[in-house]
């Protein structure tokens, strides 16, 4: 049998499918069930087709935590407050079967009050008692210890997330659950925007469970780094207005069902605008930062960050008072301890080594010291190999992307065997729009979905929470999550990622960008068939000229045929400041030129002089793109007219379940075959 009908229809698009499995043509109308997108121009619809009989991701145990104990005293400060080394308070707390359980204590007092408060996570009901405090194992006189008794009843959530035991390409709880992390960035606050909290009461009714919040100073979260430069403290001080902040944010995510990552450093604060040894100059922050010698600290060089043994044992300090005051808490999905390291002067001056060797040093520190096991990370660009040593002592891995065609990066994408050989969790931890422009919410949806059918850890996860909250973008996020949820595809197990084949007797413009970077290509010809050529997401999204022919010897050139006669159209995004060349070449024949001038900048050309068209007749040819100027240009797309099916299908499969995502062009209805190889009947 066969199913014809239409899965989803919305607005002035819809598409009709006929599926067909490899097991006798049995008819798979599972897969209209869980349908949670949408089709309209350039958009797109996801199927599932769920077989209850797969149990691989269902909870494996009922173990979970309850709600945090949370009690305070006064005690005497001794020194800093905050060294862990100096104030090793503790309190002892005695727990339903009359055990020890020793829980670290933070300061939270002022000049007039001394007061410390700890925060303890149960994993088991009944009663728990306050025994004493101690100070360097020693018991200590506290005073106004309150409450002291607590009682802990009702229902268990499902606790702290972990990586998975079998597959260790999943996130679990501790209860055995599957997560699956979808949802938006929320570094920080700009201006008159929102609240972060007020962000993540939205995240929730758009059923998003994931976040990633910075500890950044220009909006307050710096522990030891204040939006004032006025009432800056000193190296070693921690800001309690912050803490108190942070105590905000925490609680908002617990009760939005928000799991976010807190980012406890960034590449800015380390990076400079020039004058020191290796000035990357990305997003620089070093001038104003308060460990810098210029404005009174001690640090002269911000490479110097991760050698010199003071800013060591004074990260050590901040992140002992972090897990102290925050650990508490199965919201804090991980600990990062860097955004983009690699964008900091020390990466930048080939000392990698030193980077790796801090982030080890710190990821053991926290393992120490972190009694509820978080998992940590930090995050990469997409530059980064996953066999980098930044990410040994890592947890899990994210990597960050803003192509020009976030499918074509994506799509190929080879997470199966990535996951495989790196033994942990992978997933887009941020992605974007090139130069962030995405209005329409396209590279938001279509970023989203195609991670849904090629990342089993989490989804790719949008960077631009401004744009979404401006242009109400919600609903894309509150469809991928439906879907989710209804296919059941997170909890699905041993899944491969497949492109399968879909006949149309439509035709529709194949259109893609590259899904790399400013790199070398390794590949120059590319066989376009019936969608994205393979090898083309780590195709380099610049065409570069002479200034860097080492890392574009050859021209691309796309190896095509045409059932009928079309055109092929370069549309040309930036061009760089020193002007461009481009030759459009048709079975080695010149047919198209065009000369971009020398700017006072890398600049977007005109619309007239944007767009290069070649007519290309029917039959097999060769197309050569040559960049033969003086530097680069940056295509936004490559297109070739009528030229393949008018549905194309993304998707993860195993023997009896499949899932995928179904993208359409323009506002044609289509209806067309598709085959699904390897599919029990």
């Given at each position: 049998?066969?199913l014809?009908?239409?899965l989803?229809?919305?607005?002035?698009?819809?598409?009709?499918l006929t599926?067909?499995?490899?097991?006798g043509?049995q008819?798979l109308?599972g897969?209209s069930r869980?349908?949670?997108?949408?089709?309209s121009s350039?958009y797109n619809?996801p199927?599932s087709?769920?077989?209850?009989?797969?149990?691989?991701?269902?909870?494996?145990?009922?173990?979970?935590v309850y709600?945090?104990?949370e009690g305070?005293?006064?005690?005497?400060?001794e020194?800093?407050?905050?060294?862990?080394?100096?104030?090793?308070?503790?309190?002892t707390l005695k727990?339903?079967?009359?055990?020890?359980?020793?829980v670290?204590?933070f300061?939270?007092?002022?000049?007039?009050?001394?007061t410390?408060?700890f925060r303890?996570?149960?994993?088991?009901?009944?009663?728990?008692?306050?025994?004493d405090v101690?100070?360097?194992r020693e018991?200590?006189?506290?005073?106004?210890?309150?409450?002291?008794?607590?009682t802990v009843k009702?229902?268990a959530?499902p606790?702290?997330?972990?990586?998975?035991?079998?597959?260790k390409?999943?996130?679990v709880f501790?209860?055995?659950a599957?997560?699956?992390?979808l949802?938006?960035?929320?570094?920080w606050?700009?201006?008159e925007s929102p609240?972060?909290?007020?962000?993540?009461?939205?995240?929730?009714?758009a059923?998003?469970?994931?976040s990633?919040?910075?500890?950044?100073?220009?909006?307050g979260k710096?522990?030891?780094?204040?939006?004032?430069?006025?009432?800056?403290?000193k190296p070693g001080?921690?800001?309690?207005?912050?803490?108190r902040k942070w105590d905000k944010l925490?609680?908002s995510a617990e009760?939005?069902g928000?799991f976010f990552q807190?980012?406890?450093?960034?590449h800015?604060q380390?990076?400079?605008?020039s004058?020191?040894r290796?000035?990357?100059?990305?997003?620089?922050?070093?001038?104003s930062?308060?460990?810098?010698?210029?404005?009174?600290?001690?640090?002269k060089d911000?490479?110097?960050f991760?050698?010199?043994?003071?800013a060591?044992?004074l990260?050590?300090?901040?992140?002992?008072?972090?897990?102290a005051?925050?650990?508490?808490?199965p919201?804090?999905?991980a600990?990062?301890?860097?955004?983009?390291?690699?964008n900091?002067?020390?990466?930048?001056?080939?000392?990698?080594q030193?980077?790796a060797?801090?982030?080890?040093e710190m990821?053991?520190?926290?393992?120490?010291?972190?009694?509820?096991?978080?998992?940590?990370?930090?995050?990469a660009?997409?530059?980064?190999?996953l066999d980098?040593?930044?990410?040994?002592?890592m947890d899990?891995?994210?990597?960050?992307?803003?192509p020009?065609?976030?499918v074509?990066?994506?799509s190929?994408?080879?997470?199966?065997s990535?996951?495989?050989?790196?033994?942990k969790?992978?997933?887009?931890?941020e992605?974007g729009?090139?130069?962030?422009?995405?209005?329409?919410?396209?590279?938001l949806?279509?970023?989203?979905?195609?991670?849904?059918?090629?990342?089993?850890?989490g989804?790719?996860?949008?960077w631009?929470?401004?744009?979404v909250e401006?242009?109400d973008?919600?609903?894309?996020?509150r469809?991928?999550?439906a879907?989710?949820?209804a296919?059941?595809l997170?909890n699905?197990?041993?899944?491969v990622?497949?492109?399968?084949?879909?006949?149309t007797?439509?035709?529709?413009t194949?259109?893609?960008?590259a899904?790399?970077?400013?790199?070398?290509?390794?590949?120059?010809?590319f066989v376009v068939?019936?969608?994205?050529?393979s090898?083309?997401?780590?195709f380099?999204?610049?065409?570069?000229?002479e200034?860097?022919?080492?890392?574009?010897p050859?021209?691309?050139?796309?190896?095509v045929?045409?059932?009928?006669?079309?055109t092929f159209?370069?549309?040309?995004?930036?061009?760089a400041?020193a002007?461009?060349?481009v030759?459009?070449k048709?079975?080695?024949?010149?047919?198209?030129?065009?000369?971009?001038?020398?700017?006072?900048?890398?600049?977007?050309?005109d619309?007239?002089v944007s767009?290069?068209?070649?007519?290309?007749?029917?039959g097999a040819?060769k197309i050569?793109?040559e960049?033969?100027g003086?530097?680069w240009?940056k295509?936004?797309s490559?297109?070739?007219?009528?030229?393949?099916?008018?549905?194309?299908v993304?998707a993860r499969q195993g023997?009896?379940?499949?899932?995928?995502?179904?993208?359409?062009?323009?506002?044609?209805?289509?209806?067309?075959?598709?085959?699904?190889v390897?599919?029990?009947?």
């Open positions: 049998m066969t014809k009908k239409p989803h229809k919305i607005g002035i698009a819809g598409i009709a599926l067909t499995g490899c097991g043509g008819d109308g897969f869980g349908l949670g997108g949408d089709l350039g619809s199927i087709s769920r077989f209850d009989n797969n149990q691989g991701g269902k909870a494996t145990n009922t173990r979970g709600a945090h104990l305070s005293f006064t005690l005497k400060v020194g800093d407050p905050f060294d862990y080394e100096t104030n090793d308070v503790t309190v727990n339903p079967e009359g055990g020890p359980v020793e670290p204590a300061y939270d007092g002022d000049e007039k009050t001394p410390w408060r303890y996570t149960p994993s088991s009901t009944g009663h728990y008692t306050f025994v101690k100070r360097h018991i200590a006189r506290a005073d106004a210890v309150t409450p002291k008794e607590w009702g229902d959530i606790g702290f997330i972990r990586v998975g035991t079998g597959d390409s999943r996130f501790d209860n055995g599957r997560y699956y992390p949802g938006q960035n929320q570094a606050k700009n201006g609240e972060i909290s007020a962000n993540f009461e939205k995240m929730k009714g059923g998003e469970n994931w990633r919040v910075w500890m950044n100073h220009w909006d710096n522990l030891d780094w204040s939006a004032d430069s006025k009432a800056q403290t001080e921690l800001d309690l207005s912050v803490a925490v609680d009760k939005n928000i807190m980012v406890l450093q960034h800015g380390f990076a400079s605008k004058g020191a290796f000035s990357s100059n990305i997003d620089p922050n070093w001038e930062n308060p460990w810098n010698t210029a404005n009174g600290g001690f640090l911000p490479a110097d991760f050698t010199d043994p003071q060591r044992k990260t050590k300090k901040k992140l002992y008072y972090i897990l005051r925050y650990g508490y808490s919201n804090v999905l600990w990062e301890l860097f955004n983009e390291v690699e900091t002067d020390a990466a930048k001056g080939a000392l990698l030193d980077v060797m801090w982030h080890r990821a053991f520190f926290i393992k120490q010291y972190d009694g509820y096991r978080h998992l940590v990370t930090t995050s660009t997409s530059a980064n190999a980098s040593p930044l990410l040994e002592a899990y891995a994210q990597i960050h992307l803003y020009s065609d976030i074509s990066a994506l190929g994408f080879d997470v199966t990535t996951t495989k050989n790196f033994g969790p992978v997933f887009v931890g992605f729009a090139s130069g962030l422009k995405d209005a329409d919410g396209k590279v949806h279509n970023g989203v979905w195609i991670s849904l059918m090629r990342f089993p850890s989804a790719a996860q949008y631009d929470w401004e744009n401006k242009q973008l919600y609903s894309h996020l469809s991928a999550s879907f989710v949820t296919s059941g997170a699905q197990s041993g899944l990622s497949t492109t399968p084949e879909v006949s007797p439509q035709k529709r194949l259109s893609f960008g899904g790399g970077g400013f790199g070398e290509a390794k590949q120059s010809d068939g019936a969608g994205i050529p090898g083309f997401s780590e380099p999204a610049f065409l570069q000229g200034n860097h022919r080492k890392m574009m050859k021209p691309l050139t796309f190896s045929n045409y059932a009928k006669p079309g159209t370069l549309t040309v995004e930036t061009v400041k002007g461009a060349k030759n459009l048709l079975d080695g024949e010149t047919k198209e030129t065009r000369t971009y001038p020398v700017g006072d900048k890398d600049y977007t050309p619309k007239t767009v290069l068209t070649l007519e290309v007749p029917a040819h050569a793109i960049s033969v003086a530097d240009v295509p936004a490559y297109s070739f007219s009528d030229y393949a099916p008018a549905l194309a993304f023997k009896e379940f499949a899932a995928g995502w179904v993208v359409g062009s323009g506002a044609r209805t289509a209806q067309g075959n598709l085959k699904l390897g599919v029990a009947p």
